[in-house]
């Protein structure tokens, strides 16, 4: 089934995003980030599918060394094409806003894109047995991703159509 996509500036933003990246999205490597200063959750996918998911507990003490954790974990992966991030809004905690940080700078992709709540939620929706959890909002996020990147990618091979198969 597929999600009903909601409306609005945010929705037009994120698909003009996407447009940009979308290639990169279905054939190459991306990481997601539900972002957090306690609990961060992250799915990795390759050409579109998920290879990986998780979360990551960021031990007690201050700040500095939760966010330096968050940046280690997840540089320890390799290096995707593109990182998806939770798009924060309204009045957020600058824990929050720097966990946004530590994970673009631990990703060290050249691309990133943040996807507005209300698309990832509309992913939930209709994913089957989906509960709340970090690692499942990540994938969620990334699953916007690529749900979005399908509708609106165009090849950019002359002749060939959206399967890839040649153009008649």
Same mark, same amino acid.
């Given at each position: 089934?597929?999600?009903?996509?909601?409306?609005?500036?945010?929705?037009?933003?994120?698909?003009?995003?996407?447009?940009?990246?979308?290639?990169?999205?279905?054939?190459?490597?991306?990481?997601?980030?539900?972002?957090?200063?306690?609990?961060?959750?992250?799915?990795?996918?390759?050409?579109?599918? #998920?290879? *990986?998911?998780?979360?990551? /507990?960021?031990? =007690?003490? !201050?700040?500095?060394?939760?966010? +330096? @954790?968050?940046?280690?974990?997840?540089?320890?992966?390799?290096?995707?094409?593109?990182?998806?991030?939770?798009?924060?809004?309204?009045?957020?905690?600058?824990?929050?806003?720097?966990?946004?940080?530590?994970?673009?700078?631990?990703?060290?992709?050249?691309?990133?894109?943040?996807?507005?709540?209300?698309?990832?939620?509309?992913?939930?929706?209709?994913?089957?047995?989906?509960? #709340?959890? *970090?690692?499942?909002?990540? /994938?969620?996020? =990334?699953? !916007?991703?690529?749900?979005?990147? +399908? @509708?609106?990618?165009?090849?950019?091979?002359?002749?060939?159509?959206?399967?890839?198969?040649?153009?008649?």
């Amino acid at each position: 089934m597929s999600p009903k996509w909601p409306g609005g500036p945010s929705n037009l933003r994120w698909r003009k995003q996407i447009g940009m990246v979308a290639d990169l999205i279905l054939h190459g490597k991306m990481m997601s980030v539900d972002p957090a200063s306690n609990l961060a959750g992250f799915a990795r996918f390759e050409a579109g599918q #998920k290879i *990986d998911s998780g979360s990551i /507990t960021l031990k =007690g003490g !201050a700040i500095q060394f939760r966010l +330096r @954790e968050l940046c280690d974990r997840l540089s320890a992966y390799p290096t995707p094409d593109v990182l998806v991030i939770e798009e924060l809004q309204g009045v957020i905690h600058n824990h929050l806003r720097w966990s946004v940080a530590a994970a673009m700078l631990g990703a060290r992709a050249p691309d990133v894109i943040f996807c507005p709540i209300p698309v990832w939620k509309a992913v939930s929706l209709v994913t089957p047995g989906y509960r #709340k959890t *970090d690692e499942n909002d990540a /994938t969620c996020i =990334g699953q !916007a991703a690529i749900l979005t990147a +399908r @509708e609106i990618w165009t090849p950019t091979t002359p002749g060939q159509t959206q399967s890839g198969s040649s153009a008649s």
